[in-house]
């Protein structure tokens, strides 16, 4: 198995796993993760009265709820928007009762930006503009370098219950799916 050209720096090896960007194929990079596996190791960065706050599986832990990450590459498309405010919809029913990150590859401001005039209660935005996250969770396209559209559920327990790659870009992800996840683990 060959390096993702442009990341031999990163020593990254690509999955057979592909989505498409149009009729464009492209190959996600990381591990295979499946419902059973531990949440692996990652960084996510979240900024706060512009102060820096990591998210970590440490973190996830010390929360002691079930967690949604809802990953998309940018907050500013169509698509992002339409996912992010669909979930953000379906969160209130959980009233807080389980954490919700709303991950993309856009810088903090961004986001925040995002997040404000959204009015956002239920999902946290958290960057991955490191692309920690999506490596880590074997969601990352490194020739675009930003996430595929998914979504993943864990336990308290940091253990993943549910995960849903797009393998269109433009399609939406299965909302339904991720919420019964949700709502089986309360």
Known sequence: MSTVPGN????????????????????????????GDAAPDFELWQYVDQTPCLI?????LGYQMPVLFCCLHSVDTRVGAIQARKFEQLLSRFDHEVAAFLVSSDLPFTQNRYATKESL?????????????GRAFGVYLPEWMFLTRSVIVTDAAATIQHIDIVTEFTDEPDYGSAINALAELL
Request: aromatic share 8%; hydrophobic share 40%; with cysteine.
């Open 56 to 60: 970590n599986r440490e973190l996830l």
């Open 8 to 35: 031999e720096k990163h020593d990254v090896k690509p999955e057979a796993r592909t989505v498409f960007i149009g009729a464009q194929p492209s190959v996600l990079c990381g591990p295979e993760l499946a419902v």
């Open 121 to 133: 209660s239920f999902l946290s935005v958290a960057s991955d503009y490191r692309a920690s996250f």
